[in-house]
């Protein structure tokens, strides 16, 4: 399966994973990041790294284009949580939402893949207050959702055009 | 399947609302399926996103209000719409209150006050009945807000195992 993740991300970029492996100065960011992550000596297990690393940076580059977007249009948006524990394929998101509208609970929405995002995604929105008491135990995170190994966006690390 | 049996649900409850503000029949019974729709889309909505029990979707309120505010940031619901995305979030941002005024229209969030199915005591004494009430959100749904978020109850149904919902 990674292989052929492998296979496909490199088909669209006109090499072969081998050339993953090896080359260095290919001026793409993710081979740039495998090289760095991959021994001189690669065996297929690295092979497998490789495509998990573009695997990932795929589903990250999906993340950050949500992040951008709904920093954009949602002005009310503090930070944006990605739970990658667990998750495999799929995006989950908390969204921290001054103008969220507290349920006590981190209820989400499933929205499908699409170009840009081509992953499944899960996005809640809680307020503030709900977020503190998710970090405290309070509000439990859904079944199989976990903070370990999340990532944080904040509205600072994106350049925002606010539309009010 | 569950999410699925809500949808439905919502559907004959759209088809009803829809018969109903054809024929111009009370406010009340107008409002009610249309409240309907909304409360069984919201709990269809949080049910295909799986990160609630059957019984806590059953007694979530305000759903399809929550729903539409994280709709607002999904690029494939404004493209649908052919609007750029700030256009888009401020077109759904427009229609939130109505949305929220519809939902609360149900009893159990009407707080002993306008409801469309039961009647209930001003704060003057006045005892109102809701088939001969007057509900000025039905006005509201003449505009362009309500009428946009008329429009959207009726998308987000056709387009719910497309967008919003894993097959």
């Known amino acids: ?57 795929d589903i990250e580059k999906a993340v950050k284009f949500l992040a951008q977007n709904n920093f954009e249009v949602e002005d009310g948006l503090e ?27 981190v209820e989400a929405f499933y929205f499908a893949p699409y170009e840009e995002v081509p992953f499944e ?34 509205r600072s690390d994106f350049e925002v055009a606010s539309v009010g | 399947m569950w999410a699925k049996a809500y949808l439905e649900q919502a559907r004959s409850d759209w088809q009803m609302w829809r018969v109903v503000h054809d024929q111009k029949r009370p406010d009340c019974h107008q409002l009610h399926y249309l409240q309907m729709t909304c409360e069984k ?17 059953r007694n979530s309120h305000i759903a399809f209000k929550r729903f539409l ?20 979030h401020a077109h759904i941002k427009q229609m939130l209150p109505i949305a929220e005024a519809i939902e609360r229209l149900a009893p159990a969030l009407a707080q002993d006050g306008p409801n469309v199915e039961y009647p209930w005591e001003s704060p003057n004494g006045q005892i109102h009945i809701p088939a001969s009430y007057s509900f000025p959100v039905l006005q509201e749904l003449n505009e362009p807000a309500g009428l946009n978020l008329i429009k959207i109850v009726g998308l987000v149904q056709k387009e719910f195992f497309r967008l919003f919902a894993k097959i």
């Not at chain 1, 929105?125 to 999340?150: F, H, R």
């Not at chain 2, 505010?69 to 888009?88: C, D, G, I, Y």
């Open chain 1, 1 to 57: 399966m990674q292989t052929a993740t492998l296979k496909k991300a490199t088909q669209e970029l006109g090499v072969s994973p081998e050339d993953v492996v090896f080359y260095n100065k290919l001026g793409n960011k993710a081979f740039i990041e495998i090289n760095l992550k991959l021994p001189a000596s690669h065996t297929t297990d690295d092979t497998e790294t490789a495509a998990k690393i573009i695997e990932n940076h």
């Open chain 1, 79 to 105: 930070r944006i949580i990605w739970l990658r524990h667990g998750a495999g394929d799929t995006i989950r998101l908390i969204e921290v939402n001054r103008n969220g509208f507290p349920t006590g609970r």
């Open chain 1, 121 to 154: 995604t899960y996005l809640s929105d809680i307020t503030p207050k709900e977020w503190q008491k998710v970090l405290s135990g309070e509000i439990p995170l859904p079944d199989g959702w976990s903070l370990d190994d999340s990532k944080e966006f904040l």
């Open chain 2, 41 to 57: 889309l919201g709990k269809a909505f949080l049910i295909a996103g799986r990160s609630i029990s059957l019984q806590q979707a």
């Open chain 2, 69 to 88: 505010q994280v709709a607002s940031r999904n690029p494939q619901l404004q493209r649908l719409l052919e609007m750029t995305a700030s256009q888009f």
